[in-house]
């Protein structure tokens, strides 16, 4: 688009001769013919340069020139002042008016041309200036409201690890934007993992309850360690039992193996572990059970207290093949067995450790033991 030049002169064939010379260049250009007239075209379309003629009745160029500073948005508005007095004389009423520059009567073509381009492209730099100012402010404040919105989602999610599994308050905060919810009832296959300490409820018969919490906490420390490592899904745990799943709500492949893997480095951790407790006198160990089936996942609970479940006879096999299970031994079901898909000699030898008689199940249920190297 051609810049825009109002020409203000109270003489017409002034204003004439102006915007021809300028109507030529290809400059789009406004005529007025009073100080009150250039205002009022100020205001309503804002130009891109003013040429102001001095000596006018009522308004003089210097009066416009002051009142056009004086509005904050056109501060950088470039105005020239076109004068017949003596140049040298009027310059400084004229800069202390405000002008950028100006042009002695008659005037001169090309020099006229000259400080019209001039100025505009000094024009054009505060444009782009002042343009790019608002663009940064915007893309600050942008920036900002995504800090903000930023803090407070690591604040929910620490908030929700508190009470859920990392993959799970990711999956809640993630369904805020997308719609679907991890929480709400739904049909998943899943690997459950039960685990239990041996001997624990003899441990806190003789034990004072600051020996309990102390080995509570090396005991949840290291198995939540491995959860974690091995992207499972802490269910719940109540003193020194813990269930975990894995494929809910964040899909694994290869669930049943990750599952086993798990299971045999926990088994290491608690070897390691109860050297330590059988020093000072504790005779602690864990049992695991793992089973496969389909379960219904979802938040059970009350306004105040949400846990997120996996319900169905998958869960009660996994508990009971636990139960089961001696100190520092893993049982797991045919279908988990089934499903291996990746040789574990590094994690342990598999033998068939029987078809077992479990509370709840009317038939037996063959059962295999991961042997730990």
């Keep these: 688009m051609s810049a825009h030049i109002l020409v203000v002169d109270d003489v017409e064939k002034n204003v004439r001769l102006l915007s021809d010379i300028l109507a030529i260049q290809g400059y789009r250009v406004t005529p007025a013919s009073s100080g009150e007239e250039a205002l009022a075209r100020i205001a309503a379309e804002p130009p891109d340069l003013v040429l102001l003629d001095v000596m006018m009745p009522g308004m003089t160029g210097y009066d416009v020139c002051r009142a056009i500073r004086a509005d904050p948005a056109h501060a950088v508005l470039p105005v020239v002042l076109v ?88 999956a809640i905060l993630d369904a805020d934007a997308n719609g679907s919810h991890p929480l709400q009832s739904h049909r998943r296959e899943i690997t459950v993992v039960f685990l239990d300490l041996r001997g624990f409820t003899a441990f806190t018969e003789t034990a004072e309850p600051e020996e309990v919490m102390a080995v509570l906490a090396q005991y949840h420390e290291a198995m939540g360690r491995q959860v974690l490592a091995h992207e499972g899904t802490l269910e719940r745990f109540s003193g ?42 504790y005779e602690l160990s864990m049992g695991i059970g793992i089973a496969q089936g389909f379960a219904t996942m979802g938040s059970i609970g009350f306004d105040g207290r949400i846990d997120y479940a996996a319900i169905g006879t998958v869960t009660n096999l996994a508990a009971r093949l636990c139960g089961d299970a001696a100190g520092g031994e ?27 008689v479990l509370k709840g199940f009317q038939k037996q249920v063959s059962a295999w033991r991961v042997v730990l190297p």
């Design 83 to 170: 004068t017949a007095l003596d140049p040298d004389r009027e310059r400084v009423t004229g800069l202390n008016a405000g002008a950028d520059d100006f042009l002695a009567k008659p005037i001169h073509q090309a020099e006229l041309l000259a400080r019209v381009r001039s100025l505009l492209r000094v024009k054009t730099l505060y444009d782009e200036v002042a343009r790019q100012r608002l663009e940064l402010q915007a893309w600050n404040q942008t920036l900002e409201q995504r800090v903000a919105e930023g803090v407070r989602q690591l604040e929910r999610l620490g908030q929700l690890k508190r009470f859920f599994s990392p993959h799970l308050a990711r």
């Design 240 to 281: 020194d039992g813990m269930m975990i799943f894995f494929n809910d709500p964040q899909p694994i492949a290869d669930a049943p193996d990750r599952a086993v893997r798990m299971a045999v480095r926990m088994q290491q951790d608690v070897r390691a572990l109860r050297t330590q407790w059988c020093q000072r006198g």
């Design 330 to 356: 893993i049982l797991i079901s045919q279908r988990v067995r089934g499903a291996l898909q990746a040789p574990i000699e590094c994690e342990g030898r598999i033998e068939h450790a029987g078809d077992l």
